[in-house]
């Protein structure tokens, strides 16, 4: 699991990344309250190491409308470097899981599963 950090928008998103085969989806972790990616660490060794993974801090998403959210969300999946091609499953956690259902909509015809 790498650490990566991203400039968004001036401002520093940190995002978690674990490379897998090319040519294979890409798995996004969506936490719960009061947790950010890390809660992800463990689960994220027992996903199939063919996947690629990306965990996103929903605190970065806080206190901006959802518009700005989902703009935030593009962002960080275009500049993650990772292959969204091959689509992409959403997982959630908590408040994590509605959070996905927003953002799902603006890569919905990506995703193969949540």
Do not use: C, T
């Not at 199939?48 to 959802?66: F, K, M």
Request: charged letters at 20%; proline letters at 4%; glycine letters at 12%.
């Amino acid at each position: 699991m790498e650490i990566k950090n991203l400039n968004i928008f001036g401002k520093n998103k940190k995002v978690f990344i674990k490379r897998g085969n090319q040519g294979n989806p890409v798995v996004i972790l969506f936490h719960g309250f009061p947790d950010n990616f890390f809660i992800w660490k463990n689960v994220s060794a027992g996903v199939d190491e063919r996947y690629y993974q990306l965990g996103i801090n929903l605190s970065d998403l806080a206190g901006v409308s959802l518009n700005e959210a989902k703009l935030i969300f593009l962002s960080l999946l275009k500049n993650s470097g990772l292959p969204l091609d091959n689509g992409i499953y959403f997982v959630g956690h908590d408040i994590g899981g509605p959070v996905m259902s927003y953002l799902g909509d603006v890569v919905k015809n990506d995703i193969r599963g949540s």
